[in-house]
């Protein structure tokens, strides 16, 4: 099977066993047995891409002549919380990312910080769960790099990003917690090479719209993989106990936690 066949079974796969959930059949993608199928689905598709492509194998790269002329963004464009336009004001000099839950050594990094770490750039393709795909090039500090500075503890299996952008609408910060946006990934796609706490993209600073001041690119998982705004990472072994128990807030509301391409 060529490179080609392997990523268009895979992501075949990955539509198929998402369809019901996603294209409306809501009443009946939420009985038991169809999301016992979506869920063995969803395991299948993260095993099948791992045998064929290999637990670390790079997401394809581009030339900086197929970068688009505009990166197209995806999900919230400019949280509207006052904590958050205040740091737009201040242009993120304060802004922290914290790491903490089950490590040995919890970090606060400011963006100052993470550009004194070694970094990576790539060019690739953003895919959208909603059809449109579109060319950028990153740069920021390999997540890998954070997690060993942590020391994740034994027990730890994911990373969850906890980011600042409020999914209801708001014009102050009186959301709750469990209204911002969250997405997780497990230890195998946070150790990457190409998983990123990216802060530029095309050599310029994050825009807002993009996610600044900091986003996750995780090249070989779909767009709502990749969290935007990131205030803070904590290791867990489950989450059960955050959100609606599945991973990540639209996989709370039906999507498959497994976004692979």
Same mark, same amino acid.
């Given at each position: 099977?060529?490179?080609?066949?392997?990523?268009?079974?895979?992501?075949?796969?990955?539509?198929?066993?998402?369809?019901?959930?996603?294209?409306?059949?809501?009443?009946?993608?939420?009985?038991?047995?169809?999301?016992?199928?979506?869920?063995?689905?969803?395991?299948?598709?993260?095993?099948?891409?791992?045998?064929?492509?290999?637990?670390?194998?790079?997401?394809?790269?581009?030339?900086?002549?197929?970068?688009?002329?505009?990166?197209? %963004?995806?999900?919230?464009?400019?949280?509207?919380?006052?904590?958050?336009?205040?740091?737009?004001?201040?242009?993120?000099?304060?802004?922290?990312?914290?790491?903490?839950?089950?490590?040995?050594?919890?970090?606060?990094?400011?963006?100052?910080?993470?550009?004194?770490?070694?970094?990576?750039?790539?060019?690739?393709?953003?895919?959208?769960?909603?059809?449109?795909?579109?060319?950028?090039?990153?740069?920021? %500090?390999?997540?890998?790099?954070?997690?060993?500075?942590?020391?994740?503890?034994?027990?730890?299996?994911?990373?969850?990003?906890?980011?600042?952008?409020?999914?209801?609408?708001?014009?102050?910060?009186?959301?709750?917690?469990?209204?911002?946006?969250?997405?997780?990934?497990?230890?195998?796609?946070?150790?990457?090479?190409?998983?990123?706490?990216?802060?530029?993209?095309?050599?310029?600073?994050?825009?807002?719209?993009?996610?600044?001041?900091?986003?996750?690119?995780?090249?070989?998982?779909?767009?709502?993989?990749?969290?935007?705004?990131?205030?803070?990472?904590?290791?867990?072994?489950?989450?059960?106990?955050?959100?609606?128990?599945?991973?990540?807030?639209?996989?709370?509301?039906?999507?498959?936690?497994?976004?692979?391409?």
């Amino acid at each position: 099977m060529s490179d080609a066949s392997r990523r268009n079974f895979l992501r075949s796969a990955t539509l198929t066993a998402g369809a019901l959930t996603l294209a409306g059949c809501r009443s009946l993608s939420q009985t038991q047995w169809v999301q016992d199928v979506l869920y063995t689905a969803e395991g299948l598709t993260r095993r099948v891409q791992r045998l064929f492509a290999g637990t670390h194998t790079l997401a394809k790269e581009y030339a900086k002549s197929d970068i688009a002329p505009v990166f197209r %963004a995806n999900g919230t464009l400019n949280p509207p919380t006052d904590d958050y336009q205040q740091h737009v004001r201040d242009g993120f000099v304060d802004w922290e990312v914290k790491v903490e839950g089950l490590v040995e050594h919890p970090l606060t990094l400011s963006i100052a910080d993470l550009r004194k770490l070694p970094s990576r750039t790539q060019i690739t393709r953003h895919d959208c769960v909603e059809g449109w795909s579109c060319i950028g090039e990153w740069t920021g %500090a390999p997540l890998k790099l954070v997690l060993a500075m942590a020391r994740p503890k034994p027990n730890a299996r994911y990373c969850v990003f906890y980011c600042a952008d409020p999914m209801t609408d708001t014009d102050n910060d009186g959301v709750a917690d469990d209204d911002f946006y969250y997405e997780s990934h497990d230890l195998l796609e946070c150790t990457h090479p190409q998983t990123l706490l990216a802060y530029q993209l095309n050599g310029k600073p994050l825009p807002v719209a993009n996610g600044a001041p900091v986003r996750l690119r995780a090249e070989r998982q779909l767009g709502y993989k990749q969290a935007k705004y990131i205030e803070r990472i904590e290791l867990v072994e489950s989450f059960a106990h955050i959100g609606g128990g599945k991973g990540g807030y639209w996989e709370d509301r039906g999507y498959n936690w497994y976004g692979g391409i």
